[in-house]
C-alpha cells in the first residue's frame, strides 16, 4: 500500500511516499481502510523528532484517522503512529463510531483537537460561568474548538489570539468577544485592553517562550493558566514559586497523551462532542484537504501559520 513513510528525522523535505506492507490487525485491534487523516501539529515535531516522547524509525506518521472497518462501520480512530497511509490498524477501544451529520473532516477535528479542547475547559481549568478566557491561536484546530466550547459553557468575555487581519475575523465569526494580535510584544497590554482593563481568569496557551510569560502577566486573582504546547520551541522563563502564591495563580500542563491509558477519557468528551456538532452548536472548522504526495506542503502550510482549522490528507491521491 502507499504511506508516508520516514527513514530519517528532518523536517517536511523528509516526508515522501513509500510502498510498504499492508497491516495486519492484531488481538484486541481493528483494521480500517483509511477515507481521511488528520494532519496534527504534534506530527511536525514527531517527524523532526522533537515531542514529548521519543520516536523510532521508520515511521509513518499521523496519529489519527476516519475510515471504514472491515464489518463496515465508520469509525474515527486513534493509532499513535501509522496514519498517513492507505490503511492502518487500531486498538479496538481507541475507534468510536462517528454518528450521520458529523462529516470525516468534523470527526477528525475532534478527535484530538475537541477533546483536548473539552479538557482545557473542563479539567485543566475548570471554566466557570461568567469567566474570561483567553485563547491562544483562536483560528487553529484546537482555538477554534475552545473559543466555541467557552461561549457554549457561559464564559463571560472569549478573547483569541490570531497571526493575522483574516484569522482574528475568523475568530470573531466564531463567536470570540475579541480577537488580537498574538506577537509577543506588548501582548500583556493587549490581552488587559481586549478585557476592558481587567486581568483575565483563564489562558489557554500553546505557544511557549514570551508568550507564555506575557500570558502569565496577564492572569488575575485565582487565574489559571494551561500550557499544552511549544509551537515556538522556546521555552519559557521560570517562574517563583512567590509569583503563584500572590494572585493566587494556578498554571497547569496538559497533553492529551495522559489520556490514552483510559478510553472513556476521550469517549465521553467525544460523544458529547458529536452530539453539540450533529446539532449544530459546534461548528469544525475544517481548512485545507491535502493529497498523500502533497503531504510536505501540508507540514509547511501548518509550520507557517498559513492554515485555519483541521487539516486533513487524503490518502487515495
Known amino acids: 500500500m502507499r504511506a508516508i513513510q520516514i527513514t530519517e528525522f528532518g523536517g ?18 481493528v483494521l480500517i481502510a483509511v477515507d481521511r487523516a488528520g494532519i ?9 523528532n522533537s515531542y514529548l516522547s521519543k520516536t523510532e524509525l521508520p515511521l509513518i506518521p499521523g496519529g489519527e484517522v476516519v475510515g471504514r472497518t472491515q464489518d463496515g ?3 474515527v480512530a486513534l493509532v499513535g503512529s501509522g496514519g498517513y497511509a492507505e490503511q492502518t490498524v487500531a486498538h479496538a477501544p481507541y475507534a468510536w ?33 461568567g469567566e474570561s ?10 482555538g477554534s474548538l475552545a473559543v466555541q466550547l467557552a461561549k457554549l459553557w457561559g464564559a463571560g468575555r472569549v478573547i ?17 468577544d475579541a480577537a488580537i494580535d498574538g506577537t509577543p510584544e506588548g501582548l500583556k497590554d493587549r490581552i488587559l485592553e481586549a478585557n476592558g482593563g481587567k486581568p483575565v481568569d483563564i489562558v ?32 519559557a522563563a521560570p517562574i517563583d514559586s512567590s509569583r503563584l502564591m500572590k494572585g493566587s495563580k494556578t498554571i497547569a500542563g496538559f497533553w492529551l497523551a495522559d489520556c490514552f491509558a483510559n478510553p472513556q477519557l476521550l469517549g465521553g468528551p467525544l460523544a458529547e462532542l458529536f452530539d453539540l456538532t450533529a446539532s449544530g452548536k459546534l461548528r469544525p472548522v475544517v481548512g485545507g484537504e491535502y493529497a498523500l504526495s ?14 485555519v482549522g483541521k487539516l486533513v490528507l487524503d490518502p487515495s491521491h
Open 12 to 29: 517536511p523535505e523528509v516526508l515522501k511516499i513509500s510502498d510498504v506492507p499492508e497491516p495486519v490487525a492484531g488481538d484486541g485491534q
Open 204 to 235: 489557554l496557551e500553546m505557544v511557549g517562550g514570551q508568550t507564555f510569560d506575557e500570558s502569565f502577566a496577564a492572569l488575575g486573582r485565582f487565574g489559571r493558566l494551561v500550557t499544552f504546547g511549544a509551537a515556538s520551541r522556546q521555552a
Open 73 to 75: 462501520r465508520r469509525v
Open 97 to 129: 463510531d462517528v454518528p450521520e451529520g458529523v462529516t470525516d473532516g468534523q470527526a477528525l477535528a475532534l478527535v484530538l483537537q475537541g477533546t483536548t479542547a473539552w479538557h482545557l475547559l473542563k479539567t485543566s481549568t475548570h471554566l466557570q460561568p
Open 294 to 307: 502533497d503531504v510536505a506542503s501540508a507540514h509547511e502550510d501548518l509550520r507557517a501559520r498559513r492554515t
Open 40 to 48: 496534527n501539529y504534534a506530527d511536525t515535531h514527531q517527524v523532526e
Open 160 to 176: 483569541a489570539t490570531a497571526s493575522t487581519e483574516e484569522k482574528r475575523k475568523q475568530v470573531l465569526d466564531l463567536g470570540a
Open 133 to 142: 478566557v483567553l485563547v491562544h491561536a483562536g483560528a487553529g484546530g484546537v
